[in-house]
Nanobody, 126 residues
Framework: QLQLVESGGGLVQPGGSLRLSCTASGFTLNYYAIGWFRQAPGKEREGVSIFSVSDGNSYYADSVKGRFTISRDNAKHTVFLQMNSLKPEDTAIYYC???????????????????WGQGTQVTVAS
């Protein structure tokens, strides 16, 4: 089992920044990919950014490229999402996810991931 715990959400004004954290723990730490999804009210869960341990690449949704950056602290099994220039449309619950397998073509498919955190709310509003 793998447990994922997110933190760092909150309320921020448009143009502001937030940094999300996700720490993994448990017996299964050999995940192949870890990162972030989000889900806004009435919308499907969408991939935001994933780091692939398998190929060493980072993947981003087009809507966040140039504004969000994913990074990791390997020793602490923690992945971060630095979110800059936030927009109201970034408002959502952000979930950490980890996969025990990898295919780059599936990086943004929620069904591909095996473990999920409980989510943290990000609200961008003035």
């Amino acid at each position: 089992q793998l447990q994922l715990v997110e933190s760092g959400g909150g309320l921020v004004q448009p143009g502001g920044s937030l940094r999300l954290s996700c720490t993994a723990s448990g017996f299964t730490l050999n995940y192949y990919a870890i990162g972030w999804f989000r889900q806004a009210p009435g919308k499907e869960r969408e991939g935001v950014s994933i780091f692939s341990v398998s190929d060493g690449n980072s993947y981003y949704a087009d809507s966040v490229k140039g504004r969000f950056t994913i990074s990791r602290d390997n020793a602490k099994h923690t992945v971060f999402l630095q979110m800059n220039s936030l927009k109201p449309e970034d408002t959502a619950i952000y979930y950490c996810a980890a996969a025990l397998k990898w295919s780059s073509s599936m990086w943004s498919s929620a069904a591909w991931y095996d473990y999920w955190g409980q989510g943290t709310q990000v609200t961008v509003a003035s």
